[in-house]
């Protein structure tokens, strides 16, 4: 079986596939698991707790026959590539590098720079969707990224992402409340009272933002665009936008299957 690891700013979610997926059809995921991400966290603890978790899930660590990690924390790979080693007795795979290097073009003035997870939700949302793609993911950062119908990436938008903005203005503030990031239960955007303004500023300031952009980059490339949404959040704009095409939660590590199966081949 293949286990995956997706390491973002924010959380670690690791998922666990029947096989890595070569070319056609979608990435079958058994399992995932999800925990904050500490650099610090050592491959004993990882160990700890996901050796667990496969238990409950009913596998042993021998199942365990590849290993794929994409990361955009740098300083947590040595603590994954310990743990994959001395837990599984398996050298893994490395997305962007070596065996695992990404099978689309980048098409930007500095392709290096590219953030592994971005890359991912590139080379998965052009195996399920046809066409030209903006894909939009909500992490730490929101990223807005184009893709070609040919599965090139073009090039995209980073923003703060709605909880990085929240803790902004909260924590450089000195009467200001912290506030669940949610709609606002009136659809009126004057707020009459400070939770209720602030409310409005998070949430329709930031569904403004993404319309915003997202029409931008459509003028821009000129022909008809799916958007594919990803992320945690994802799914709370999608109640309140018509924008986006499709909603994919997986595709971040959906794109690691693929890429490990690309690399088998």
């Known amino acids: 079986m293949l286990l995956v690891a997706d390491v973002g700013n924010t959380n670690v979610v690791f998922a666990l596939f029947a096989k890595a997926q070569a070319e056609g059809g979608t990435p079958d995921i058994k399992a995932r698991w999800r925990i904050a991400t500490d650099p610090r966290r050592t491959g004993d603890e990882y160990a700890v707790w996901l050796l667990q978790l496969l238990a409950i899930e009913g596998y042993a660590r021998e199942d365990i026959t590849r290993i794929m990690i994409g990361s955009v924390v740098p300083r947590s ?3 994954l590539t310990v743990l994959s080693q001395k837990y599984f007795g398996v050298e893994p795979m490395i997305a962007g590098e070596g065996g695992a290097a990404w099978p689309i073009s980048i098409d930007v003035d500095e392709p290096r720079s590219l953030g592994a997870d971005r890359a991912l939700n590139a080379i998965a949302a052009h195996r ?3 066409g030209d793609l903006i894909v939009i993911d909500f ?3 929101t990223t807005i990224d184009a893709v070609d119908f040919n599965g090139a990436y073009k090039g995209g938008i980073i923003a703060p992402g709605i909880t990085l903005s929240l803790d ?3 924590g ?3 009467k200001l409340p912290r506030i669940a990031i949610r709609k606002p239960d009136s659809d009126s955007v004057i707020g ?3 939770e209720d303004q602030m409310q409005v500023g998070v949430f329709w ?3 403004a933002l993404i319309e915003g952009l997202i029409e931008r980059m459509r003028r821009e490339i000129g022909r008809p665009v799916k958007v594919v949404a990803t992320g945690g959040l994802a799914i709370l704009f999608d109640e309140h936008t018509s924008m986006f095409d499709a909603v994919d939660s997986d595709l971040t590590i ?3 299957a693929i890429l490990a199966g690309n690399a088998a081949t």
């Open 139 to 141: 992490g730490t950062a």
């Open 172 to 174: 450089n503030t000195a």
């Open 77 to 79: 790979l040595h603590n």
């Open 192 to 194: 009459r009272n400070t």
């Open 168 to 170: 902004a203005l909260v």
């Open 128 to 130: 399920k969707y046809e």
């Open 205 to 207: 300031g930031y569904v």
């Open 254 to 256: 959906e794109g690691l």
